[in-house]
C-alpha cells in the first residue's frame, strides 16, 4: 500500500467536531436517555416482575413464595367473580368507546366551527380533564344522591327519581356518564387538531366533483381523523378494561357486585385478602386484552388513506 493511499483514509479515530451533525444526533440521544431509564425502571422491570409473581403464591407481604406454574391463571378461568368482572369490563368498554367516540366527534365538528367565544368553551370544555378521577367520582356521587333525584321528581321521571347508583341497571350508565363527562375533554381536542389539519383544498375539490357533505366528510375527514382515532380508542379501551376509580368512588362495586370491574377485583385480592400473585395474574390477562385490542385497531386503520370510500 502506497503512502499516497494511506494518507487519503479519513481518520475515523477521531471525535465528531462540535456542531457537526453526528454531534448534534450524539446529544439528542442523551437527552431521551433520562427518559429511557425511567421507562426501564418504572415500567418495564415492574411488568417482568409481575410476570414473574404472577406464577407463584407471593402474598406481597412474606418473603417466602413457591412457583406454582399456571395454577393462579387456571383458578382465574375458573372463578365465576372475575368472568363476570371481565363481562361487565367488556360490555363498559364497547359502551365507552362509541360514546367517546360519537360525543367527542360531534363536539369537535361543533368546536370547530366560526362561532363566537370558540376559544373560551374549548377552554372551558377541557376543564374536567384536570380533575383526578376520584375527585369526580366523589362529586357526581353527591349529584345523584342530593341533586339529580329533585329534578327527576320536578320532571316526573321515575329513572331520575331516585339514585341512580343504588339500582343494578341504572349504576351501569350513571358510571358511565361521569366517565364519558371527563373522558371526552381529550379526544375532542386532538380531534379539533386533527380537523384543523385536513387542506381546505380537497373539501374543495370534492365540492366540485359532486360530493355532498356525508361523502366529504366520509372520504377526507375520517381518513384523515384516522391516526388520532386509533389513539382514542387504544386509550378508551384501555380505561374501560381498566376501570377502577370511577367505580370505587361511586358504588364500590355494588349495588349487589353490578358494578364489580376486574381493577376493583385486583384491588380487593391484593390489598383486602392477601392473593397478591393471583391479583397479578389477573392484571396479566387484562394486558393481554388490551395489547390484542390495540394491535387489530391500528393493523385495520394503518392502510386507509384520504380518498377512500
Known sequence: MSAKTATARPDTSRPPKKGSLHHVVQVHYLFTLPVLIMYLVFFIVPMFMGVFYSFTDWSGLSSQYSFVGFDNYQKIFQDKDFTSALIFNLKYAVALVLGTLIISLILALLMNQKIPFRT????????????????????????????????????????????????????????????????????????????????????????????????????????????????????????????????????????AKATRAVGLLIYNDAMQGGKFSYAVAESMILFILVAIVSFFTIKGTSNKEAGDA
Open 120 to 255: 373560551g368553551f374549548r377552554s372551558i370544555f377541557f376543564f374536567p380533564a384536570v380533575l383526578s378521577g376520584i375527585t369526580v367520582g366523589l362529586i357526581w356521587n353527591e349529584l345523584f344522591l342530593k341533586v339529580v333525584p329533585v329534578f327527576g321528581q320536578a320532571l316526573g321521571i321515575d329513572v331520575l327519581s331516585k339514585s341512580m347508583l343504588g339500582n343494578a341497571t341504572t349504576a351501569f350508565w350513571a358510571i358511565l356518564i361521569v366517565n364519558l363527562w371527563q373522558g371526552c375533554a381529550t379526544p375532542t381536542v386532538l380531534l379539533i387538531a386533527g380537523l384543523q389539519s385536513v387542506p381546505k383544498d380537497l373539501y374543495e375539490a370534492a365540492t366540485i366533483d359532486g360530493a355532498n357533505a356525508w361523502q366529504r366528510f366520509k372520504a377526507i375527514t375520517v381518513p384523515f381523523l384516522l391516526p388520532i382515532i386509533n389513539i382514542v380508542i387504544i386509550t378508551t379501551t384501555k380505561g374501560g378494561l381498566t376501570i377502577f376509580d370511577y367505580i370505587k368512588a361511586l358504588t364500590d362495586g355494588g349495588p
